[in-house]
């Protein structure tokens, strides 16, 4: 088999060289030269996959999609977050903050599906002996899990086609290299490159693959923009290293939805799932404390309970400070804007702190009502009774606006306990179906009011 070898492209006009150079000859741009991989002339025109075999054309109606079930990974939240399971032939990308547990986890679901599939663990950062010494610590004992510590992308294929394994996990693919490439491991070209050899293996012998991937200080995955592309999930895995519990989000997945998350918790023995964790975020919630509201928001199907903490005090500098974790910082600033303009509440000489409690990050409009309700009870100095629950978008004119899945979410709240909901009054119309809810629902039609409740 002949062997590949690298060429320089430009990337605005196309312009090949065997060397690098900063000014392209052809169209005169600067530092547009990228390295790539290239055919021999002397191979064959037709165009062959990585299993070996030429492709074809098929009639869409002649593909039999009844006897390929999804792979069950052993753990629901990451069943969820996938969509069902994991799809014959499908790229994953995972990726997250060191130590954060990714490698953790894909070792977890061999111990499951090794009982039935043949997997292939790739590890270009640790050693067969170090990986077993981790596979020990979590209990993961399967015979027909291959473990390989190897850099090399092209031996990687090799040994995909020679053991024809049901399952490959690759950890990491900035260890990964080709040795055609001269750039050095990790680089935009290498990873990219890599990506499209191990799709192009995964798609021609429909085997799944894992890809896991670092990421950089700004919070995304190393390498280019068009390795999200090449793959066909992209699932981040999100937490504080210092606390417990981790989510599992997807931000892209071509065979599911994109706002589901799994949340799972860190123990000595690994990751465990969390199959309640709206009573997790609600542990330890500080009671008959000023500045703290419960708010329920969607994430994909699931109804979750999160504790929202705001505090307001006298600045001590000329311009008030505005912070915020989990919450977007504009969006504060709206809110606060709407306080004071529509209900009265002076925000404009005191610093602004809001928090969500657990580490998730709230982006659903819903939780726009909780957050003004934390914020006036800091201002106030007067706790929010702690078997209330709000939802509801906060609009510029001091209105609530409805919101998706009131049924959903009200069930939840009765569900763990809460005695008063304060949402939209629009949405009761879609509550009225609900003979007993089991928990008292107060509709108001704008932030005033819902201030006004508070107290009812």
């Known amino acids: 088999m002949a062997k590949a070898k690298s060429v320089y492209a430009c990337t605005e006009c196309g312009y090949e060289t065997g060397k690098w150079l900063g000014q392209c000859p052809g169209c005169r741009e600067w530092n547009t030269m990228e390295e790539k991989l290239v055919l021999p002339e002397a191979a064959p025109s037709r165009s062959v996959s990585a299993a070996g075999t030429v492709s074809r054309a098929v009639r869409l109606a002649e593909i039999n999609t009844a006897d390929d079930p999804r792979y ?30 990714k490698s953790t986890l894909l070792l977890q679901i061999c111990e499951h599906l090794g009982r039935s599939l043949d997997i292939l663990y790739v590890s270009g950062e640790e050693s067969v002996r170090q990986l077993k010494l981790r596979a020990t610590r979590l209990g993961v004992d399967s015979a027909r899990l291959l473990v390989l510590s190897e850099t090399d992308c092209m031996s990687v294929v090799e040994s995909i086609n020679q053991h024809k394994p049901d399952l490959v996990i690759i950890d990491s693919i900035q260890t990964m290299n080709i040795h055609e490439l001269n750039s050095a491991p990790g680089s935009m070209v290498q990873v990219r490159e890599c990506t499209n050899l191990l799709t192009r293996t995964a798609k021609g012998l429909e085997i799944p693959v894992f890809l896991v991937g670092h990421v950089t200080k700004d919070g995304n995955i190393a390498g280019p923009k068009t390795l999200e592309h090449m793959v066909d999930a992209v699932l981040y895995f999100e937490g504080d290293r210092n606390l417990s519990y981790r989510i599992l989000r997807a931000v892209k997945n071509r065979f599911g939805s994109t706002n589901e998350i799994g949340v799972f918790e860190m123990a000595g023995d690994g990751l465990r799932e969390v199959e309640n964790p709206s009573q997790l975020l609600l542990s330890g919630r500080p ?14 199907t699931r109804p979750i309970l999160a504790e929202v903490q705001g505090l307001v005090m006298r600045t001590a500098y000329g311009t008030p400070r505005r912070m915020s974790t989990g919450f977007d910082n504009n969006r504060v600033a709206l809110l606060l804007a709407v306080l004071e303009k529509r209900a009265g509440f002076a925000f404009s000489g005191g610093d602004t702190y809001v928090n969500v409690v657990g580490g998730l990050r709230l ?40 919101v998706t899945n009131a049924e959903g979410r009200v069930r939840e709240a009765a569900r763990l306990g809460m005695t008063k909901c304060i949402l939209p009054k629009q949405c009761l119309r879609s509550l009225n179906k609900i003979a007993d809810p089991g928990i008292q629902l107060i509709g108001v039609k704008t932030v005033k009011e819902a201030v006004e409740a508070l107290g009812g």
């Open 72 to 101: 069950n990974t052993g753990m629901t939240e990451l069943d969820r977050v996938l969509g069902g399971g994991l799809v014959k032939g499908s790229v994953v990308l995972l990726g997250g903050d060191p130590g954060i547990g």
């Open 287 to 300: 009671l008959n404390v000023p500045g703290t509201c419960v708010a329920c928001v969607m994430e994909g």
């Open 363 to 402: 982006d659903e409009p819903a939780a726009d009502l909780p957050v003004a309700l934390s914020l006036v009870s800091s201002l106030r100095d007067l706790p929010v009774n702690e078997g209330v629950v709000a939802f509801g978008e906060v609009g510029l004119a001091g209105e609530l606006r409805s």
